[in-house]
């Protein structure tokens, strides 16, 4: 993509409005946070004071509207603890310009590191580098210095009492991550009925899996209903895959796959209600008759062999998600497993014992081509460069552009740019909105201080709708305070538009200065995907060689492995193909192609999958040669696609063509047509990644071909010259 197709790109999409449920009453609850703090130091204090206090409220507020699993009131209080040392600290630096510019830089360093651990922790650590900026307006003395930290740390308590006292949708976000994963299955299941081979995106299964880690605590006061379902879309995933196919399910024509087709419907009409059920915590309601289509009678002599397991199986699943449902949504007590009570959840570290884990995350990082790595770096020379050029400036207030720079950078590409195009704008409409109401009101502190929380209101209403309408807010509010604080609006307005568009230049530029793009790294993300693919392929048939509990589990395992590669890759892609760089070493052609040959081959897998033998069930030992077959070749083939070489897949055809060759009886025709599948998948991601202009000094045999091409038709084209003379 050139530059000025991504600089258009960019444009729309920092302007571009979200559609998402908005959360009113959230907002609501957060900005009586803001008009409580504010309020009081009126109250206690003076307007200047209450314009200082409102810094931590507001923060710790927007801070818990971040997507995180972790309770609301421990994010307000750790947002606001946050806040309030890196004030203190900047205070005690703020003195000499050769002691704060140095404590700044390693302050922006640590919070760029901050998003090893997620989003959340990177945005919060964001604002703290914003708090330690204002530090140069508190006042001097230490004594003062302290008190403006205990406030903004007072703002965080707000908040998270606010929250305890008044809780909203309680376990809501949970709620939402596993109704939406059962809404997706829903959705698969149903295309399913129009294309058998439709692709599924893990992605919400893996949300869901994420928000079902909980610490110990609040495993004791999880709903009931959080507790099956998704273990349950897990198992029906593979099995409406299944049963859709018409290789190993229902024919593909004729009265088995109409009954396939009512099938499908009626889990998709089972899902949907469970997931209902599931979100708004209301008994489960299916549509009449889909109680009449789950019943497996002598309807279903249509379907025979696989396809009929198939079926059986899905209709045991479905009867169970919907006594789930029911069971969640009145309140009762589920079974749960005995033993241990990590083994009964997916464990969350509490936050003291997340410390070690913070530290590998930021051990993991700390190199030099790491993204986030790179991210911190930008962000700390942005932070350092950015308030020395805006104290030269004959402007007040100079930290606002290092803190517009500080807000929009990201550690990639598209987002840093949407973003600072977002804020140049939202900032823009909203000082001009404060500044038309500021004129016409007069100055009185008590009004601003009232629409300094009205802003605050609207800007946490619209936070999810787009970085621009949510910044346009908070820069009225923050007009609002400072007005509030007794500084007019011909110092502040002309000054936060010329400091935010210098913030938002410096933030894009350092990003061009030390880049950290994602087209280069697209044959590593691709190699690892195939590597994880072949692992998770492997284990799946070494369940058929020997189906015990462990190598379930290891199945497991390597499919979760599988799809963490997935969602690296797809999100590498993603941001490759709006960066103005030039493929390098994949075309977007033959990474689209090689992504469409891997789904492929995950497909293939997780047919398989659906008709593993349980334990202690009969085994096919000759699935155990292909396993370690297919491992071997797909570790070797990622190397190949990492260093730009050929794949070759002689393991995998050797072992096919010994198992066609030698096996006593006739393998099951899931297992049969699911290696059929991997191996037509790997020749076609052959074939796409041969097409690369591979740059190896070995060469590929795609190459080599080109170059005898080259030098028959110089040789033809010789032989010509000197036949022509």
């Known amino acids: 993509m050139t530059w000025l197709r991504t600089f258009g790109e960019v444009v729309r999409s920092g302007l571009t409005i979200e559609e998402t449920r908005l959360e009113p009453l959230l907002a609501l609850r957060t900005a009586a946070g803001v008009a409580l703090v504010i309020a009081s130091a009126l109250w206690l204090a003076s307007p200047a004071y209450a314009a200082s206090a409102a810094l931590g409220a507001y923060s710790a507020g927007g801070a818990t509207f971040q997507r995180t699993w972790r309770p609301r009131k421990v994010i307000a209080l750790g947002a606001g603890a946050g ?96 109704a939406d994963a059962l809404a997706a299955l829903a959705d698969y299941a149903r295309r399913l009925r129009h294309d058998p081979t439709a692709p599924f995106d893990p992605e919400p299964l893996m949300t869901a899996r994420d928000a079902a880690a909980v610490t110990p605590s609040q495993a004791r006061t999880r709903p009931p209903v959080l507790h ?74 249509v379907l025979e062999g696989p396809a009929r397991q198939a079926a059986e199986r899905l209709v045991e699943l479905l009867h169970e998600a919907l006594e789930i449902a029911e069971s969640g949504s009145a309140g009762g007590r589920m079974p749960t497993s005995h033993g241990p009570a990590d083994a009964r959840f997916l464990v969350r570290p509490t936050m003291l014992r997340l410390v070690p884990v913070a530290v590998r995350a930021l051990r993991r990082e700390f190199r030099r081509d790491s993204p986030v790595f790179r991210h911190a770096v930008r962000l700390a020379a942005v932070a350092t460069i950015g308030y020395l050029i805006a104290a030269q400036l004959p402007l007040g207030h100079g930290y606002w552009a290092p803190i517009a720079s500080v807000m929009v950078m990201r550690p990639d590409f598209h987002r840093t740019y949407a973003r600072a195009v977002a804020r140049f704008a939202g ?61 007019t609006w011909e110092q502040t307005v002309p000054e936060r538009v010329v400091l935010t568009l210098l913030g938002g230049a410096l933030a894009m530029l350092a990003f061009v200065m030390f880049p950290a793009w994602e087209t280069p790294r697209l044959p ?9 693919n072949g692992r998770y392929a492997a284990a799946v048939l070494r369940n058929y060689a020997e189906p015990t509990r462990e190598r379930h589990a290891d199945m497991r395992r390597a499919l979760l492995a599988s799809r963490e590669a997935r969602t690296a890759w797809q999100e590498a892609y993603d941001q490759a193909k709006r960066e103005p760089v030039r493929p390098r070493g994949l075309t977007s052609r033959e990474a689209e192609e090689a992504q469409e040959a891997l789904k492929e081959f995950d497909r293939a897998a997780m047919l ?81 990644v041969s097409r690369t202009p591979l740059e190896q000094d070995t060469g590929s045999a795609r190459e080599e071909q080109r170059v005898q091409a080259a030098v028959a038709a110089e040789g033809d084209g010789s032989a010509a010259g000197h036949r022509g003379g």
């Open 83 to 178: 806040l309030a040392l890196s004030t203190f600290v900047g205070y005690l630096a703020a003195g000499r310009l050769m002691t704060f510019l140095p404590l700044l830089a390693v302050w922006a360093f640590a919070a760029g590191m901050a998003w090893a651990l997620g989003s959340t922790a990177g945005i919060v650590a964001a604002t703290t580098v914003g708090s330690m900026l204002v530090t140069i307006t508190l006042p001097t003395s230490f004594e003062r210095a302290l008190e403006h930290a205990g406030v903004i740390a007072l703002g965080g308590v707000v908040q998270a009492v606010l929250i305890l006292l008044f809780p909203i949708r309680r376990w809501g976000a949970h709620r939402d991550a596993l």
């Open 228 to 301: 099956g379902p998704r273990g349950l879309a897990e198992r029906i995933r593979p099995v409406v895959a299944a049963l859709a196919d018409p290789d190993v399910g229902a024919p593909a024509e004729g009265p088995g796959r109409d009954r396939a087709r009512e099938l499908l419907n009626a889990a998709a009409d089972v899902l949907d209600a469970t997931a209902r059920s599931v979100r708004h915590g209301t008994p489960a309601e299916v549509p009449p008759g889909t109680a009449d289509v789950l019943r497996v009678d002598d309807k279903d002599e």
């Open 427 to 487: 900032t823009l409409a909203g000082v001009t909105l404060a500044t038309g109401m500021v004129r016409a009101l007069g100055p009185d502190a008590h009004v601003f201080g009232a629409l300094a929380v009205v802003s605050a209101g609207l800007s946490y209403t619209l936070i999810r709708t787009g970085y621009a309408y949510s910044q346009c807010f908070t820069a009225a509010y923050v007009v609002f305070l400072l007005g509030m604080g007794g500084q």
């Open 524 to 532: 590593g993300r691709l190699a690892d995907w195939l590597g994880a």
């Open 608 to 688: 398989m999958e659906s008709n593993v033998p349980r334990a202690d069930s009969r085994s096919a030992s000759e699935a155990e040669r292909l396993a370690d077959a297919l491992e071997a070749d797909t570790a070797q083939a990622a190397i190949d696609v990492r260093e730009h070489r050929n794949p070759e897949w002689r393991r995998v055809e050797e072992a096919l063509h010994t198992w066609e060759s030698t096996t006593a009886r006739e393998p099951s025709p899931v297992l049969r047509h699911g290696a059929e599948l991997q191996k037509r998948a790997l020749k076609d991601l052959t074939t796409a």
